[in-house]
């Protein structure tokens, strides 16, 4: 599959890419409609972005994970792989934690003094969704190239995966900072990972796409996705919830990802 840099197909495959990116910002755009900063908003959104990643994770990515593994090992030992992905990266992110002590044990009330300790919860969303992204943007950028139709099936169905992850990180930030701008530019920011990192897959690290590296940076990344939320959205959510916001925010966080998986694969 050898294409020149700026051929017709390279350059279909990168906006096709950039556009499943792009709809990371749409979360941010859905945060706007609220000019208050409303407890119960923050609550069900936080709660509705934990569901997503929790539902993305065990779901969509951790099958990818096994999948890859399962080009090179037998079933039982491919799904172990993928297994011991997943907790190397709910353990980096442990690590991680140890590393920069968490505070957000000690929210008690959406007041100001909680401003840093959103923002903080928003720029780690950012985190891990970045890294999620890089090699999703290369998992979209060469199916196109391979097969666009194909290509542009799978980007549709991230592009509808992108959105609740924009809003965990935008509604964080934006209840940090108020601004508009900057919570803006934490979401295109992270979406701009997946060209990025389609763009680093096929100029650099193409040689190195093996199933083993694809299966272990999906374990990783479902692992360090499902930690995240348990750790940070949902526990955040349900201390400026009201009677069952976060479980109804969790629930319908995962049933629209289920539904976009069953409408696109």
Known sequence: MEHALF??????ALLVCLA???????????????????????????AFAGGAMVYISLVEIFWKAHTSFSD???????????????????????????????????????DKTDKSKLGR????????????????????????????VVGTSLAVAIGVHNV??????????YYATNDKKITFIACLFSGLAEPVGALIGYLI????LTPFVFGSVFGVIAGAMVFLAM???????????SGHDTVYGMVIGMAVIALSLVLFR
């Not at 051929?7 to 279909?12: D, E, K, L, Y």
């Not at 998992?139 to 196109?144: D, E, G, L, P, S």
């Not at 609740?164 to 930030?173: L, N, Q, T």
């Not at 690290?205 to 190195?208: A, I, M």
């Open 7 to 12: 051929s017709p197909a390279v350059i279909t």
């Open 20 to 46: 499943a990116a792009m709809a990371t910002t749409l979360g941010a755009l859905t945060v706007f409609t609220s000019r208050d900063s409303n407890p119960r908003v923050l609550a069900i959104g936080l």
């Open 72 to 110: 090179i090992y037998p079933d039982k030992e491919a799904y172990t792989a993928a297994t011991l992905a997943f907790f190397a990266g709910i353990l980096l992110l442990v690590l991680i934690d140890t590393l920069i002590p968490n505070p957000h044990n000690e929210l008690t009330s959406p």
């Open 121 to 148: 919860l928003g720029f780690l969303a950012a985190f891990a969704i970045t890294a999620h992204n890089f090699p999703e943007g290369m998992a979209t950028f060469f199916a196109t190239l391979e097969d666009p």
């Open 164 to 173: 609740p992850e924009g809003i965990s990180i935008a509604i964080p930030v």
């Open 205 to 208: 690290l193409s040689q190195f």
């Open 231 to 241: 750790d940070e959205l949902l526990p955040t959510a349900k201390r400026y919830s």
